[in-house]
Structures are given as structure tokens and as C-alpha cells.
């Protein structure tokens, strides 16, 4: 089954720095990756997703990419704010009839004022 | 309200209990899935429902049952509570999966004792 490595597992950057977070996957069938972002106390909630047959996709300040050859997508996040800190969780997930969403182990970002 | 919403948020419980937490949502989504969040372990899919009376088994199925006579409600129980069942859960529902944002509830906190 799918299986779904995410690094680092905590980050921590200056306001206005940039943070990268990046995973891996195993299944090459897998054609959907969303990232979702938890507040403390709360569930997960969705930020960008990208499917496979998109190399990159932009929202304002975040951005995801993916390497279907390398099996890997990365959550790109620009001038970072406070408001930024969060866990954040990537998945994959493949879109036949069996139809499962595998999360990563999480990262812990922490952006200092 | 609309929306997806868990209960109990918090739960203590003994060691050998039976305890069912509820997990309802209001948009009529096909999917439903079943969660549980350890550190170092991001969330680990339990459960999922494609449709009412269609389960199928994720990650971690072992020690919990779950059901799904209408759409909108997905009750996960723990047969018999053990501590390694000590997590916080999350219930999630997708419309049109697969491929499809998952929305998250608030989560139960759950204590076994």
C-alpha cells in the first residue's frame, strides 16, 4: 500500500523567510497530494492540493510542487507570517475505486516574529 | 449547523470499556473516514466508507468497529478499550471521492485509562 515519508518533522523560520516542506510517496498509481494545515486544537484543513498532471501549482504565498519521476511533492511557503505557525500534513492518495487518503507524519512549523 | 461535528470531544474511559464516538456531518458526502493522531505518527487512516453500508478497512483497523447505516453518520467503536487506543480521532467526509478535499472535524480526545 501507499506509503507516505514527510521531512522535517519541525521547521523553524524567521517572519518573512521562506519555509519548504517535502515528502515522498511509494505508490506510483497515487495521482492526488493535497496539504492540509492543523491549528492547535483543531482538524486538519485543506491549503492547495495538486494532481499528476500538474508540475506546479500557486496560491498568494504557498505553492506545491510535484515530481512524479521522483515520487515527491513539496509545500513552498513565502514571506511567512506568524499566522503561519502550524502543523502541516501532505498526503497522496490514488484515485481508483479503492480510494484512500494517506497522510505524512506531519511538520511542525514555527515562525518567529 | 452545518457542517461536520464529532462527539464526545473528550473521553475518559477504563481499560476493557466499550466506547462509541460519534461522527456526523450534514452534506450528504459519500466518504467518510476514520482517523487517529499520535506524535511521530501523523493521522492513520482506521476506517472509510464509500457509501452507506460499505466499509472497508485502512492502516490500523485492529480493535475498532464501525458502521454506517445512514450517510450522514459514521459511529466508530472501540470494542474494548486498551491504552495503545489513547489518540485523538478525527472523522472526515469527502463528496466525489476520490481526488476531492477532505473536510475534518474537531476531533475526540480520547483517554484510556
Known amino acids: 500500500g501507499e506509503n507516505v515519508e514527510q521531512h522535517p518533522s519541525t521547521l523553524s523560520v524567521q517572519e518573512g523567510d521562506s519555509a519548504v516542506i517535502k515528502c515522498t510517496y511509494s505508490?506510483?498509481?497515487?495521482?492526488?497530494f493535497p496539504w492540509y494545515k492543523q491549528e492547535l486544537g483543531k482538524g486538519p484543513q485543506l491549503i492547495i492540493d495538486?494532481?499528476?498532471?500538474?508540475g506546479e501549482k500557486k496560491d498568494q504565498r504557498i505553492a506545491v510542487t510535484l515530481n512524479k519521476t521522483a515520487k515527491h511533492f513539496s509545500l513552498h511557503i513565502t514571506e511567512t507570517q506568524p499566522e503561519d505557525s502550524a502543523v502541516y500534513f501532505c498526503?497522496?492518495?490514488?484515485?481508483?475505486?479503492?480510494?484512500?487518503?494517506?497522510f505524512g507524519s506531519g511538520t511542525r512549523l514555527l515562525v518567529r516574529p | 449547523d452545518a457542517g461536520i461535528t464529532q462527539s464526545p470531544r473528550y473521553k475518559i474511559t477504563e481499560t476493557g470499556r466499550q466506547v462509541t464516538l460519534m461522527c456526523h456531518q450534514t452534506w450528504s458526502h459519500s466518504y467518510m473516514f476514520w482517523y487517529r493522531q499520535d506524535l511521530g505518527h501523523g493521522l492513520r487512516l482506521i476506517y472509510y466508507s464509500a457509501a452507506a453500508d460499505i466499509t472497508d478497512k485502512g492502516e490500523v483497523p485492529d480493535g475498532y468497529v464501525v458502521s454506517r447505516s445512514k450517510t450522514e453518520n459514521f459511529p466508530l467503536t472501540l470494542e474494548s478499550a486498551t491504552r495503545s487506543q489513547t489518540s485523538v480521532y478525527f472523522c472526515?467526509?469527502?463528496?466525489?471521492?476520490?481526488?476531492?478535499?477532505?473536510?475534518f472535524g474537531q476531533g475526540t480526545r480520547l483517554t484510556v485509562v
Open positions: 495538486i494532481r499528476s498532471n500538474v
Open positions: 472526515a467526509s469527502s463528496d466525489r471521492a476520490p481526488g476531492t478535499e477532505a473536510f
Open positions: 498526503a497522496a492518495s490514488s484515485t481508483d475505486s479503492s480510494y484512500k487518503l494517506i
Open positions: 505508490d506510483s498509481a497515487s495521482n492526488y
